[in-house]
């Protein structure tokens, strides 16, 4: 995930909780549900830039990209290139 694009999911969350505190704090119910609105839209925002940069993940696994650790270093050092048989 983007810092930019967590740091918007955080702040409408955080936006949405403060929104619905004052709606409870002064009874005023439309306010309460738009700051439930507004914290969904967040987790919902924050949850796809999760899955986007899982699928980037494995794409770039996929395709053997240097952006993480080899595939034998994510078995844990088992298998035909380390040696062990």
Same mark, same amino acid.
């Given at each position: 995930?983007?810092?930019?694009?967590?740091?918007?999911?955080?702040?409408?969350?955080?936006?949405?909780?403060? =929104?619905?505190? +004052?709606?409870? &704090? !002064?009874?005023?119910? #439309?306010?309460? %549900?738009? $700051?439930?609105?507004?914290?969904? *839209?967040?987790?919902?925002?924050?949850?796809?830039?999760?899955? =986007?940069?899982? +699928?980037?993940? &494995? !794409?770039?696994?996929? #395709?053997?990209? %240097?952006? $993480?650790?080899?595939?034998?270093? *994510?078995?844990?050092?088992?298998?035909?290139?380390?040696?062990?048989?």
């Amino acid at each position: 995930m983007s810092t930019g694009e967590k740091r918007e999911s955080k702040v409408e969350q955080m936006r949405g909780k403060l =929104k619905e505190a +004052a709606g409870k &704090f !002064t009874g005023n119910e #439309r306010m309460k %549900s738009q $700051g439930r609105g507004e914290q969904t *839209r967040g987790n919902v925002r924050e949850t796809t830039e999760d899955a =986007k940069d899982t +699928a980037r993940g &494995f !794409t770039e696994g996929l #395709r053997g990209d %240097s952006a $993480g650790p080899a595939p034998e270093e *994510r078995r844990g050092g088992e298998g035909p290139d380390t040696g062990r048989r």
